[in-house]
């Protein structure tokens, strides 16, 4: 191959835009014995590269079975939390339950009169506004 080819061709691949044959041809000039001495720099390179792929992992993988442990534990735990929160919650009874029907119309009854005194004393207090004005006005 010629030596100005080679050339180019490095650059080429430093730059990254080479095609997958000039890759191949670049590394069979390095395979060789006979490199021209200003490119011996990148003989290792391209002889490591070289070397790597015939490189071959022998070990056997350990494969572990996956557990779905943590899954159901999950759900299992979601499932008490559920439980929990429903029988824990205070019941709520209605308060007709509590109180006779008596007791709730004693109840109102005396809500209604304690109304209506109250109206009675608002009327009362502005009697006496009223009064107040007028004293004033005698008074100064």
Same mark, same amino acid.
């Given at each position: 191959?010629?030596?100005?080819? #080679?050339?180019?061709?490095?650059?080429?691949?430093?730059?990254?835009? *080479? *095609?997958?044959?000039?890759?191949?041809?670049?590394?069979?000039? /390095?395979?060789?014995?006979?490199?021209?001495?200003? &490119?011996? !720099?990148?003989?290792?390179? /391209? %002889?490591? /590269?070289?070397? =790597?792929?015939?490189?071959?992992? =022998?070990?056997?993988?350990? #494969?572990?079975?996956?557990?779905?442990?943590?899954?159901?534990?999950?759900?299992?735990?979601?499932?008490?939390?559920?439980?929990?929160?429903?029988?824990?919650?205070?019941?709520?009874?209605?308060?007709?339950?509590?109180? =006779?029907?008596?007791? #709730?119309?004693?109840?109102?009854? %005396? /809500?209604?009169?304690?109304?209506?005194?109250?109206?009675?004393?608002?009327?009362?207090? *502005?009697?006496?506004?009223?009064?107040?004005?007028? =004293?004033?006005?005698? &008074? !100064?």
């Amino acid at each position: 191959m010629e030596l100005d080819n #080679i050339d180019k061709l490095v650059e080429k691949y430093f730059e990254a835009t *080479t *095609t997958v044959a000039e890759e191949k041809a670049i590394k069979a000039y /390095f395979a060789n014995e006979e490199v021209a001495p200003h &490119l011996e !720099k990148y003989t290792p390179m /391209f %002889a490591h /590269f070289a070397n =790597t792929r015939k490189e071959e992992y =022998t070990k056997p993988l350990p #494969i572990k079975a996956k557990r779905n442990k943590p899954m159901w534990l999950s759900i299992a735990a979601a499932v008490v939390l559920l439980f929990g929160v429903y029988f824990l919650q205070p019941k709520n009874e209605s308060l007709e339950n509590e109180y =006779t029907q008596e007791e #709730i119309a004693a109840a109102q009854e %005396a /809500f209604e009169l304690l109304a209506l005194n109250f109206n009675k004393g608002s009327k009362q207090i *502005t009697y006496l506004g009223e009064f107040e004005k007028n =004293t004033n006005k005698f &008074l !100064k």
